[in-house]
């Protein structure tokens, strides 16, 4: 399915308008994210079994604990978080580090490829600033680092679908762009089967 289906997108834009999903949280923690897509990065992880997930856009932290938490079921994994504003009371986790940077700078991601030895298998999630300009600088920035099998997932896609005019163009055109040069990334389309997500299309695995 290329294009989420009506019923399906008219769910998505009485969900988001609701703002219901900004009461969804782990262990306390706002995470911001839609349920079935958290569910996603459970079977992703454990499929993939990254050694290192960079996050561009930390906001409370409420994400990276889930992955950290996920991470510690698998034994294995760490998470560099990247924002430019810190916000108070952000979870500790020995598995979390957090970068207060710009993540769609260069400068960001040479700090980033200190945590990453050659042999490591990484996984990226751009959950930052989800205007499209932003959104195409940090694919160029960090797809290069994602492991062939794992996944560079651009969050929010569906912005461009429910006109969520403040960014509007927002990261589905950022994507459409990025495939458009790149054919070493796919859209895994095995992850629209709950028929309704925030990252829609916006699972891109690299398949070389």
């Known amino acids: 399915m290329d294009i989420m289906e009506q019923p399906a997108l008219k769910f998505m834009q009485h969900f988001f308008y609701s703002e219901v999903w900004k009461q969804t949280q782990w262990m306390g923690i706002n995470t911001l994210k839609c ?5 996603l990065y459970q079977e992703i992880l454990t499929k993939v079994r990254p050694d290192i997930i960079i996050e561009c856009g930390t906001f409370q932290g409420g994400s990276a604990l889930y992955f950290a938490h996920i991470c510690d079921l698998l034994q294995n994994g760490r998470i560099i978080t990247i924002d430019s504003i810190v916000q108070p009371n952000r979870p500790v986790h020995p598995r ?7 993540s769609g700078s ?18 990226v999630i751009l959950d930052s600033d989800h205007f499209s300009e932003h959104v195409q600088k940090e694919l160029a920035l960090y797809h290069p680092l994602v492991s062939v099998g794992s996944y560079i997932v651009v969050e929010d896609t569906i912005c461009d679908e429910v006109s969520f005019e403040f960014n509007n163009p927002g990261p589905k055109e950022a994507v459409t762009k990025f495939l458009e040069q790149h054919d070493d990334f796919e859209i895994d389309t095995s992850q629209h089967k709950f028929h309704w997500s925030f990252n829609w299309n916006g699972y891109l695995r690299r398949i070389r």
């Open 106 to 123: 260069i400068h960001t991601l040479m700090q980033v490829k200190v945590f990453i030895e050659p042999t490591d298998k990484v996984l």
């Open 35 to 39: 349920p079935s897509d958290l569910f």
């Open 96 to 102: 979390i580090t957090y970068i207060q940077a710009d």
